[in-house]
Antibody
Framework: EVQVVESGGDLVQPGGSLRLSCTAS????????MSWVRQAPGKGLEWVAT????????YYVDSVKGRFTISRDDAKNSLYLQMNSLSVDDTAIYYC???????WGQGTLVAVSS | QPGLTQPPSVSKGLRQTATLTCTGN????????AVWLQQSQGHPPKLLSY???NRPSGISERFSASRSGNTASLTITGLQSEDEADYYC???????????FGGGTRLTVL
């Protein structure tokens, strides 16, 4: 059974940093494209970042370019999202998603507030 | 960044058929097809269909997807109360190298 479990969400002040983690199991992680998708309270889904198998390239939504970094550790079946210079607009549930939006974790809540 | 266009809401009666639409362009829906996701209140999204009409294991045959040009559609037959949810479409834009999402359609089953 495919499982992805996110962690690392927290309450952080504007301008702060946070690192999200996602641990995957039940599939060949190293061969899977992985993404982060977020959902602000009461809003729709927003794609944040994607990293293909191999991790040689990364793709980001414009609003997080230069602030967020997606990375992966295939030896640990893990996906990460380093988030810097956080603003209130980054407040959302962050989901770790496999491949073509196939499998979603329960999400981890990032709240940015003073 | 641009996104896909979905009607904000659709209402249909129990046991009726609902068709949800999702319009993109030749770089996303028109090129790669769309995925369809269902999100019930308080739950993460669940994949219903990928590459137009491939259903993951466990998804009811009442859900079927199709595409015509730059518009993808999700048809739900024999509506049940548990189908009441938000439905999102998404597609990989080969020009932007980005996933784009629709704003979501809230389906109400009367």
């Amino acid at each position: 059974e495919v499982q992805v479990v996110e962690s690392g969400g927290d309450l952080v002040q504007p301008g702060g940093s946070l690192r999200l983690s996602c641990t995957a199991s039940g599939f060949t992680f190293s061969k899977s494209w992985m993404s982060w998708v977020r959902q602000a309270p009461g809003k729709g889904l927003e794609w944040v970042a994607t990293i293909p198998e191999g991790g040689g390239e990364t793709y980001y939504v414009d609003s997080v370019k230069g602030r967020f970094t997606i990375s992966r550790d295939d030896a640990k079946n893990s996906l990460y999202l380093q988030m810097n210079s956080l603003s209130v607009d980054d407040t959302a549930i962050y989901y770790c998603v496999t491949d073509t939006m196939s499998n979603w974790g329960q999400g981890t809540l990032v709240a940015v507030s003073s | 960044q641009p996104g896909l266009t979905q009607p904000p809401s659709v209402s249909k009666g129990l046991r009726q058929t609902a068709t949800l639409t999702c319009t993109g362009n030749s770089n996303d829906v028109g090129k790669q097809g769309a995925v369809w996701l269902q999100q019930s209140q308080g739950h993460p999204p669940k994949l219903l269909s990928y590459r137009n009409n491939n259903r993951p294991s466990g998804i009811s045959e009442r859900f079927s997807a199709s595409r015509s040009g730059n518009t993808a559609s999700l048809t739900i037959t024999g509506l049940q109360s548990e189908d009441e949810a938000d439905y999102y479409c998404s597609a990989w834009d080969i020009s932007l190298r980005a996933w784009v999402f629709g704003g979501g359609t809230r389906l109400t089953v009367l």
